[in-house]
């Protein structure tokens, strides 16, 4: 090829490649939206992306994801939603935020959305049925707040000798009577009694746990909850400052020092989650897809947690346990 004629030819192809650029098609976007924070929910996140990629959506290939986090801040959530709705994403997946659930449904009207909530999605008026969700909403649920009657049983076979069991409570879920519920139907049958402390801030959380010790309770249960969980590190080490045996509802309590914690996998859901967010942008109608419930549960003991408080793991409860952290 003669030298002005390969001039003519990459001249040619210059010309042409804005306009090839501009005729390919947008990046598909994906709002996440959390009441919670990064800090808190990194691996959260990638059990996330991972089941989008195996729907075949891997960020930054096929998908852009556009993440809002509350940091703890609930009461902006349904600001959060309505910015993504107003910045157009594909879909919505919105986790961290059973306290707001119900307001942040109502700031999405037109665009599909995933939640991952702890409660009954029903209950909640997220969608119309379990198997037929209905709208522009379905979920992925793990039903923490009807497993507390578990959660006392096993801190009952942990501490038998103890009468007094606290709960720390957020009067602002949702799921709160349920809990409490749930809680006090098991303490009958066990014979224990209940003190419950209620917290809906960093602060009350603080004098919540004060009060546990005052009241001289000698174990504590922690459902599932936005502010406990965004504030882990604090729950965690009030519980050790006061002495108190505690259960919470998820592995990372225990992996950061708490004693123990039973529950369904929140990693699971949030991996599931993904996959529905993928299915949803091939074409799938959220209302179409049924709400996903628990299949797998754990229980995690941290035994080092256990011998600073003077505990005995029973070989039974060892036995039980998914994981035992050494």
């Known amino acids: 090829m003669r030298r002005r004629e390969l001039l003519s030819l990459v001249g040619s192809v210059a010309a042409a490649w804005p306009f090839a650029v501009r005729a390919q098609p947008a990046m598909r976007v994906v709002g996440f939206l959390s009441g919670r ?62 306290v707001k659930m119900r307001a ?43 497993l507390g009657s578990k959660r006392l049983e096993l801190l009952h076979n942990l501490l038998p ?35 419950i402390a209620r917290a809906r801030s960093d602060r009350e959380t603080d004098d919540a746990l004060a009060a546990v010790a005052r009241e001289r309770a000698g174990a504590l249960l922690v459902p599932a909850d936005p502010l406990f969980i965004g504030r882990r590190p604090q729950v965690i080490g009030l519980a050790k400052r006061y002495a108190i045996p505690a259960i919470y509802d998820r592995r ?47 229980l995690v003991i941290n035994a080092k947690t256990a011998k600073s408080l003077g505990i005995k793991i029973p070989d039974n409860l060892l036995a039980l346990a998914d994981e035992v952290i050494e």
């Not at 209950?123 to 379990?130: D, I, K, P, Q, T």
């Not at 409570?169 to 809990?179: E, G, H, Q, R, V």
């Open 104 to 146: 942040v449904k109502d700031a999405i009207s037109t665009i599909p959305v995933v939640f991952a909530t702890g409660g009954d999605p029903v209950e909640f008026g997220l969608v119309a049925s379990m198997n037929r969700p209905g709208g522009n909403a379905t979920a992925v649920t793990v039903r923490s707040a009807e």
């Open 161 to 195: 000798s103890v009468t007094l069991v606290a709960l720390l409570l957020n009067p602002n879920n949702p799921t709160a009577d349920t809990i409490t519920k749930d809680v006090e139907a098991a303490a009958q049958l066990l014979g224990l009694q209940v003190y």
């Open 37 to 98: 924070s990064l800090a808190t929910d990194r691996h959260l996140v990638v059990a996330f992306r991972q089941g989008l990629s195996e729907s075949g959506y891997v960020e930054g290939r096929d998908v852009t994801i556009d993440y809002s986090w509350a940091e703890g801040q609930v009461d902006r959530l349904p600001q959060l939603a309505a910015d993504l709705v107003r910045r157009q994403v594909s879909v919505i997946f919105g986790g961290g935020m059973d």
């Open 252 to 298: 990372d309590f225990p992996e950061d020092g708490g004693l123990m914690s039973y529950g369904a996998s929140v990693v699971d859901q949030y991996y599931q989650s993904g996959r529905y967010v993928g299915r949803i942008l091939k074409g799938e109608k959220a209302g179409d897809l049924p709400v996903l419930q628990p299949t797998k549960f754990e």
